[in-house]
């Protein structure tokens, strides 16, 4: 503790310069004064403690490690060009091209298309029905909503987070598919949209809770400015609050996606599980995960399917790794932008 | 012109109220539908007895059981954890470059598809760890095969960024100058942590824990090939030294939200068995729901009692 009282000839005999951060939290909280065996228990538990914080960079590249390594055992047995499609004969016998993935057939096929469309055909469209209702939901608690209503709605939300995704995905199966086929007359029961609805329900509290923190975050002075040039609160709102809390709320919609792709139970539930190539959104499709989750239990371990299950299992990390990183980049500009 | 402005500001401004009532409103019709649907199934004897007649009749004792076993084995892993890392983060590293890179590995940590949890609890836990601790211990087949073990071990991996984060946020709440206070008086670092620090933000920590808890007993994906069975006829218990009984970490498990799962879509008869389905699904529902209402008003009351000091 003495330190502090010798700071200010320090800084005189520096010329006013501010000393280190570092060097003056070591200083300031030193271990000079303790008893060695105090001090050594100060710095086992530091190191105890450290340890505990590295873990999370451990168990990433934990989980990066075993799920290339077993990935990469696929890649030595199917080529490249299988990933993406294969040679096969079509009903009159003539050999045509097409995008199947058929591990369990005769001759295997791996094409990544179906799957890929089908996660993007869920989770393109989860995302939009989310950023929709997300967003003016959070814009409503940031802004609109008075304290009382707020400490109301928010809890509800949250609870809405709560919900395990597969009571969401029975119930997409059991009743909001009906509901959509009597609607819609759609030819699959159970189709990419039943599941993008369905998804769209674990992204919305996603989206809105991360609105409500962006636009929370934008300064009162900006507000202010923008009522005192006589701004209605709505024009504020857009023109003034949006667009200073925007990157906030794409970092939201790309975590959003990002969730979306990855959602297992509810597609696995509600989309039917063919692996069609295709773009029609009321068409049965099978997701990357809901892949996963369907054919790891029954390909034995070792086998080539179940290298080529792990391969899709490091394609998903990857796409979701990406969007999560990039989601991550934006708020941290947002943050410095705002000098949070 | 001005009242153009004014009818403009009230129609978005609807639009957005419209948008926070619809989500309120999607979850009353959920919990509710559940549990008009299931309150039908729900008896003392769906509760407390094993399915029976090939899952068409009976209850759903094993998977209750399951579920607790399996968070109760998770949260005693990932809270020593959580909250070690979170203390690290906040009293030790806080803004240095090394938490920067720790926060960011949280983050993406939190970003990662729960199936992959799943892959990485085969191909790390079951394949990697156990199929080697059995060569070395020369246990045959014990360590290297789907268990509870494994499963609650994924499923803590999977909680741990929200155990840090919500820990974090309460070892942010206690201000300043309580810290200065303890320094002041002679304590070392550790010394204030754990008389001034961490009995400060324990309904902080708490929270955490209940929500995790809840997130943990929800999740179905990461445990699909790590442990959950489709039907056990035993409980996953054994008896140490004879006589004391215990959760039998080596064994399968039913679990609720595996239950529902295969109940709706692998099942003989998933028409036929709707009832027990909306049934299973409103004691997963209630279990999740009672531990997000009360991590809620637990965090209420914490914020409120801090405004105060």
């Excluded at chain 1, 091209?97 to 005769?106: A, M």
């Excluded at chain 2, 309904?203 to 995790?212: E, K, R």
Aim: aromatic share 10%; charged share 15%.
């Amino acid at each position: 503790m003495e330190q502090l009282v010798q700071k200010p000839l320090v800084a005189q005999s520096s010329n006013l310069k501010e000393p280190s951060p570092r060097a003056s939290r070591r200083e300031n909280h030193g271990l000079r004064d303790f008893h060695w065996r105090q001090r050594f228990r100060e710095g086992a538990i530091h190191v105890f403690l450290a340890v505990n914080g590295y873990l999370a960079i451990v168990l990433i590249g934990l989980i990066f490690l075993f799920l290339f390594k077993e990935g990469f055992h696929a890649l030595q047995t199917i080529k490249p060009m299988q990933w993406i499609g294969n040679k096969t004969l079509d009903f009159d016998g003539r050999e045509v091209f097409s995008f199947v993935w058929q591990p369990l057939s005769n001759t295997p096929k791996y094409s990544l298309l179906p799957l890929l469309s089908g996660s993007f055909l869920v989770a393109l469209p989860a995302t939009f029905f989310s950023t929709l209702i997300g967003i003016g939901c959070g814009v409503y608690l940031a802004e609109l909503a008075s304290q009382r209503t707020r400490e109301i709605l928010k809890p509800i939300v949250e609870l809405l987070a709560g919900i395990p995704t597969v009571v969401i995905g029975f119930l997409a199966l059991s009743v909001l598919a009906t509901l959509v086929q009597n609607f819609f007359h759609t030819h699959f029961r159970l189709n990419a949209f039943v599941g993008a609805l369905g998804v769209s329900l674990v992204i919305i509290p996603v989206i809105a809770s991360m609105t409500e923190d962006a636009l929370r975050a934008v300064p009162n002075e900006l507000r202010e400015a923008s009522y005192g040039l006589g701004a209605t609160r709505w024009e504020t709102l857009s023109k003034v609050i949006l667009p200073a809390g925007v990157s906030g709320i794409s970092a939201s919609i790309l975590l959003g996606m990002g969730r979306a792709l990855g959602e297992t139970m509810i597609v696995l539930m509600a989309t039917g599980n063919a692996a069609l190539f295709t773009g029609n959104i009321f068409s049965s499709v099978r997701t990357m995960t809901a892949t996963i989750a369907s054919e790891l239990g029954s390909s034995a371990q070792g086998s080539e399917i179940y290298y080529a299950l792990f391969f899709v299992g490091s394609v998903l990390f990857t796409i979701t790794f990406f969007i999560n990183l990039i989601s991550e980049v934006v708020v941290e500009r947002m943050r410095r932008r705002l000098r949070l | 012109m001005k009242r153009g402005r004014a009818i403009v500001g009230f129609f978005f401004e609807g639009l957005c109220r419209g948008c926070a009532l619809l989500v309120c409103g999607l979850v009353v019709v959920i919990l509710g539908f559940i549990f008009s649907k299931g309150a039908k199934t729900i008896s003392w004897e769906f509760l407390s007895t094993a399915p029976s007649q090939g899952m068409t009749h009976g209850g759903i004792f094993p998977a209750i059981f399951g579920t607790l076993a399996i968070t109760l084995l998770m949260i005693v892993m990932a809270l020593p954890l959580g909250v070690a890392a979170a203390v690290y983060l906040n009293e030790y590293a806080n803004r240095g470059r090394a938490a920067r890179v720790i926060r960011a590995a949280i983050n993406n940590l939190a970003g990662v598809p729960s199936i992959v949890f799943g892959l990485f609890g085969v191909g790390f836990f079951i394949l990697f760890v156990g199929r080697n601790l059995d060569k070395v211990l020369h246990t045959g087949l014990l360590f290297g095969q789907p268990a509870l073990l494994w499963a609650s071990a994924t499923l803590a991996i999977l909680v741990l960024p929200v155990i840090i984060v919500s820990t974090e946020e309460a070892l942010k709440a206690v201000p300043l100058s309580h810290r200065e206070a303890a320094y002041g008086l002679g304590a070392t670092r550790w010394q204030m942590i754990r008389r001034v620090v961490l009995p400060q933000s324990l309904p902080g920590i708490l929270t955490g824990a209940i929500l995790s808890i809840s997130r943990g007993a929800g999740e179905t994906a990461p445990i699909l090939f790590t442990g959950a069975a489709y039907f056990l006829p035993r409980l996953p218990v054994t008896k140490i030294f004879g006589m004391i009984p215990m959760i039998n970490p080596f064994d399968q498990f039913m679990e609720l939200a595996y239950h529902i799962f295969i109940m709706a879509t692998q099942s003989t008869n998933p028409e036929l068995t709707r009832p027990l389905q909306y049934g299973t699904a409103m004691v997963l529902l209630s279990i999740t729901f009672g531990l997000n209402l009360s991590a809620i008003l637990l965090r209420i009351r914490f914020r409120r009692r801090l405004r105060r000091a």
